[in-house]
């Protein structure tokens, strides 16, 4: 299962952080990981994968503390989650990020600043990662089932929708542009199979501040080591455990 951290002051002044702005939640962020930490209160987190940025790390905390079933789970800080960076742009309006990318007559989304990371660097950042949850995940509870793992989501349903069978769940708390590209990797080079009636644009649209999504991925041995046989959307970008903040401000 895939998380989004919170809001920061950043966020909510429409500034870039990336990675060389490390800033901790705002207040809003606070609740937001309260919120999230509620909702996902009854899962049963088997290992915990964080980004090593504060954003991350304190959402994370707050989603273990609330949890009934993982007051005692270690987060590994992992540097591969870090957000996607955004170079010479990062600490500046995002409306600066749009007027480089129209002088480079190029989209924002595709838009590589100076110093920044391109998508396909990202991407492989998060190919490492998967390697790294593989061979963690498999090393901690042998072949005994498909693992489970986190990211955004979408509407409707409950917390533990998709897990029914699925005993190992992973917890993954990262960033909104990383995220996207790692939901693109799944969904298109690696053909994760979708809900029913999902839109692309639901999709790899911008993740929430806190918003969850969850992919089932199921492991096969080979001589190289653990690779991914199959895997499933059950939902990206939900925001439910948000309504209620929403209705109070």
């Known amino acids: 299962m895939f998380s989004h951290s919170g809001e920061t002051l950043y966020n909510r002044e429409k500034l870039l952080q990336g990675q060389g702005v490390d800033t901790a939640l705002s207040e809003t962020g606070v609740q937001q990981g309260e919120a999230v930490g509620r909702y996902l209160k009854d899962i049963t987190f088997n290992n915990?994968?964080?980004?090593?940025?504060?954003?991350?790390?304190?959402?994370?905390?707050?989603?273990?503390?609330?949890?009934?079933h993982c007051s005692g789970?270690?987060?590994?800080?992992?540097?591969?989650?870090?957000?996607?960076?955004?170079?010479?742009?990062?600490?500046?309006?995002?409306?600066?990020?749009?007027?480089?990318?129209?002088?480079?007559?190029?989209?924002?989304?595709?838009?590589?600043?100076?110093?920044?990371?391109?998508?396909?660097?990202?991407?492989?950042?998060?190919?490492?990662?998967?390697?790294?949850?593989?061979?963690?995940?498999?090393?901690?509870?042998?072949?005994?089932?498909?693992?489970?793992?986190?990211?955004?989501?979408?509407?409707?349903?409950?917390?533990?929708?998709?897990?029914?069978?699925?005993?190992?769940?992973?917890?993954?708390v990262s960033h909104g542009a990383y995220i996207r590209v790692a939901v693109k990797h799944l969904v298109e080079d690696l053909k994760c199979s979708l809900p029913a009636g999902v839109k692309m644009s639901q999709l790899f649209s911008p993740c929430p501040n806190t918003g969850i999504s969850r992919f089932i991925l199921t492991l096969s041995q080979s001589a190289s080591g653990p690779v991914l046989s199959a895997a499933h959307c059950i939902f990206t970008n939900r925001k439910d455990h948000l309504e209620n903040l929403a209705a109070a401000e």
Not at 48 to 68: C, D, G, P, W
Not at 78 to 89: H, K, M, S, T, V
Not at 135 to 157: E, I, R
């Open 48 to 68: 915990v994968f964080v980004s090593n940025l504060q954003r991350a790390v304190q959402t994370a905390e707050m989603i273990l503390k609330n949890n009934t």
């Open 73 to 172: 789970t270690e987060m590994v800080l992992e540097p591969l989650l870090r957000e996607r960076g955004f170079g010479i742009a990062e600490g500046r309006p995002k409306e600066d990020l749009k007027n480089m990318a129209n002088a480079a007559g190029q989209s924002c989304r595709h838009y590589t600043p100076p110093g920044g990371e391109t998508l396909d660097q990202v991407k492989l950042r998060f190919k490492k990662f998967l390697k790294v949850l593989f061979t963690q995940m498999l090393d901690a509870h042998g072949w005994s089932a498909p693992d489970d793992a986190a990211l955004d989501v979408a509407s409707g349903g409950s917390a533990d929708d998709g897990m029914q069978g699925v005993p190992v769940h992973a917890l993954v």
